[in-house]
Structure formats: C-alpha cells, structure tokens
C-alpha cells in the first residue's frame, strides 16, 4: 500500500483515505506518523511502520518508547475544582495542553510543542477562567495547524505581536500627537490649545484609534461633515487643514503614502460671507513678510507693503495716510473712517513708527505719507499695493491688500487669542454694548495698545523663523 492511499481509523472503525500531506516524521524518533484529526479541537499523531497503519497501540508505543502517553481531556469541573498545592502543578488535557495551578491560585494554559529545530518550547494561552477550556482547545488546534504547515506557533505569536504593535503606533491619534509635540513649541499657547482641543473633541474620537494608512477620504469627509452639522463650517475647514498636516507629517516620516485630505477638495460647504484672499497660515505668514522685505520695487511701495500687516487698515485708508493724522509722541494715526462715518484710532507699535520714521523724509513734503510716484499731490493708486505683490508672484487667489485684515482677525484670535471685541474694534467695525449703542473710539484703547505691540512682536517673530 502506497503512502497515499493509507487508511486512517475513525471513532466508528471505519477508514477513509488519508491524503500524503498529513504523513509527517515523527517527533520522537525516526518512524513515519501520521496526523489526523479525530474531533475539531485535537489532533493525535499515529505511526504507520512498513507501509502499514497501526493506529495507537501499545505495540506503537513499544517501537516509539518517547511518545507521550494518551491522556484523558480534562473536565470543566475538574479545572474549577483544581486547588493550589505548596509548588505548581499541571493538569494535562493531551496534546501539549495543560493547565498549570500556581501556588498564588492563578490558574494558566500553556502548550508544549517542539520548534522546528527540535527543542521543546512553550505558549501561553492566557489565565483560567478568562480562557475558557473550549477557548485553551481551540488556541491549541490552530497551534498544531501552524506546526502541519512547518511554521513555528512560538514564533508566528511575537511576529503578530510586533505587527500589533506597529499597528498601535501608526494610529492617527499616535501621530497626530506626535505631530502635535515637535511643532507646538513654535506656536503661541492659546493657538495651540485650540488645535489640540479641536482634535480630541472633533477627530480622535472617530478616527484616532484608526492605522492612518487605512484612512480613507470618505471616513475622513464623514467626521468634517459631523462638524458641518453642528453649523461650524469655518471649524470643519480648520479641521481638514490640521488634518492634512499630519498626514503630511506621516508620509515624511515614512509611515504614509499620500494625503488623503487633498481628495476633498470642494467636498465641504464653503465659508458664507465675502472674504478676500488672505494668507493665515503661521508659517506662511512670515514668508510673505521676508518676501516683503526682499520687494525690489519702489521704496514708497515697499514701505507701505511693510507697514500694512503692522496696521491692518483697508487698503484706501492706507494709501491716504496723511502726517498731518500721525502722533509720534502719543504713538498713535487718527483718521475718519469713510466706510462708518466715525473717527477711528490705530495705537502704532514701536515696529509701525520705525518705517513710518524711515519714510518721512521721502515723503514729509507731501500730505501723503505714501504719495504718488508721478505726483506728491495724490496719494498711491489703488493698484499699486496689489501689483507689488503679483510682482512678488503672490497670486491675487492668495493674497490681496485687504487680506493682511483677514490675516490680522484669524491669528489675534486663534493663535494669540485676544478678545474678539478688542479685535473688532481694531479693524474699525461697528461693536455695540450689551443696550446696543455703538462704543466710542477710545473704547479699550489701553488693551488694543497692547494687543498691536504684541502682534507687532508675534508677527517679527514668524519673520525671523526661517525653515
């Protein structure tokens, strides 16, 4: 009879045929075996000598004299009953399997196997009765199933536990934290805590414990959407761009392929209101400031490019600045707001009054702090400030002469958190009082001091911090 058309017992006495891939060597000497399984949670091994089954005999274990003993399974009431002794002991179900009761009580499943260079070694299956004795049955089949392949159960176990791992370190929450740590530092306190606090109330809930390579753009879009709902656009839009950040993070340090925030493009309802184009990035921002700094145009454009982000006045009321309405002593430009029809006060920092010092004596013949090129009696045309910086090659899509407001209001209050009132009054909107009259121009005027020294200092800062 050729190995593969062996006969195998069954529990009725009866035989089947046996396929040749079950006939494996023995483990305890050099006789043929064969594995086959007689109920879904064990297997048994039996010699087949001269071509010939013996099955399980004593006359089997005669010739092979090291293998193990057949045992009786254990009970569900003989392991509740087990009690712990001076010394562990060991209750034997077959086939490796045996529960071993430590002197403390605790009862655990380990499994003896030998690896595939033929040394005895050992698993774990857990603690009795969080794994059940079906449970210890069931870890010990797919043992023997890994063992019937030529694969070591010992170390598949460390290899799916070092895969798990991974897995749990490339989470978007494990990254975006880490994301969180190396950048913050550079950040103001207040902006920082809102980033940090939009990700644990908005985005780590649904998605932190997810690997960010499997992220797809549709889960993303659910969780902005969820935002959306509540009626926070503008934060949903925050949202994605923190996002991408850290996706972006991820594929830089090699755990990510791509930016999956970049597909939902157009995907989220647009912020209402008319905004113009305006820079709001941190690290943006002081690019286009050294950018501003390298103009090669006019000096009396450059001087007024500079000085627009340290006033954040609308681009007319810039263009007719007049001498006649700027205070050095008293630091400070008083103009009448055409838009309002009310007088409005501009606190100068000590950066403002240093290019407005510097440009004096160009200018101090005209009434125009920023006159015309073609004539000191008219102020700067309406283009001037927009062609200088398409001539930088800033994209009127990204940036405008109204934009260094828009850049003002988003990083006072998210990134250095002032009042928004303080900030409203700042960019000469109409703020009324609780009875809703209109505040007075002088209305806070101590704080807003402050608040355009220390923009004035943020945004020197953002300039310095080159990458």
């Not at 004299?65 to 045992?71: D, G, H, N, T």
């Not at 390298?294 to 007049?322: D, M, N, Q, W």
């Not at 303080?422 to 109409?430: K, W």
């Not at 020294?453 to 990458?467: I, N």
């Amino acid at each position: 009879m050729d190995a593969g058309s062996i006969p195998a017992a069954s529990t009725n006495n009866t035989f089947q045929e046996v396929p040749e891939s079950l006939i494996k060597p023995c483990f305890h000497c050099e006789n043929t075996a064969l594995l086959f399984l007689v109920d879904p949670t064990k297997f048994l091994t039996s010699h087949i000598f001269g071509g010939t089954f013996e099955g399980i005999s004593q006359h089997q274990k005669d010739r092979c004299p090291q293998m193990a003993k057949i045992v009786k399974p254990l009970t569900a009431a003989q392991i509740k009953n087990s009690k712990p002794k001076d010394k562990p002991y060991k209750l034997a179900d077959g086939n490796g399997l045996y529960l071993e009761v430590m002197p403390t009580g605790s009862k655990l499943w380990r499994m003896k196997y030998k690896q595939t260079n033929g040394k005895e070694s050992r698993l774990s299956f857990g603690k009795y009765p969080v794994v059940s004795l079906e449970q210890a049955r069931k870890k010990r089949a797919d043992a023997q199933r890994l063992q019937a392949n030529g694969v070591d159960p010992g170390a598949h176990n460390k290899a799916m536990k070092a895969a798990s791992e991974a897995e749990r370190q490339n989470t978007f929450e494990v990254i975006a934290r880490e994301w969180f740590e190396k950048f913050s530092t550079e950040w103001v306190e207040s902006h920082a805590s809102k980033i940090i606090r939009r990700l644990e109330r908005d985005v780590f809930p649904l998605i932190g414990r997810r690997p960010i390579s499997e992220i797809r753009a549709p889960e993303l879009l659910g969780v902005l959407q969820q935002i959306e709902e509540r009626g926070a656009v503008e934060t949903a839009h925050r949202c994605k761009s923190n996002c991408g950040q850290i996706f972006r993070y991820a594929i830089a340090t090699g755990r990510l392929q791509r930016d999956i925030s970049q597909d939902l493009k157009g995907a989220l309802k647009p912020v209402s209101g008319k905004h113009f184009a305006a820079i709001t990035e941190p690290t943006r921002v002081g690019e286009l400031l050294r950018q501003i700094d390298g103009y090669s145009g006019t000096f009396i454009v450059k001087c007024a490019l500079r000085l627009a982000p340290y006033v954040f006045v609308r681009p007319g009321e810039l263009r007719h600045a007049l001498w006649q309405d700027i205070d050095f002593e008293k630091k400070e430009w008083r103009f009448f707001v055409s838009k309002t029809k009310s007088q409005h006060i501009v606190p100068l920092a000590q950066q403002a009054i240093h290019i407005l010092k510097e440009i004096q004596p160009h200018t101090d013949q005209s009434e125009y702090v920023f006159h015309s090129p073609r004539s000191r009696s008219r102020p700067l045309s309406d283009n001037a400030i927009l062609a200088a910086l398409r001539q930088m090659g800033i994209s009127r899509e990204e940036m405008t002469g109204h934009g260094f407001r828009a850049m003002a209001r988003t990083l006072l209050d998210e990134v250095l958190g002032f009042r928004p009132d303080h900030i409203e009054h700042q960019l000469a909107h109409e703020v009324k009082d609780p009875l809703g009259r209109a505040y007075n121009r002088t209305s806070h005027l101590d704080a807003r001091r402050k608040m355009m020294q220390d923009w004035a200092d943020y945004l020197d800062t953002l300039k310095a911090a080159k990458e």
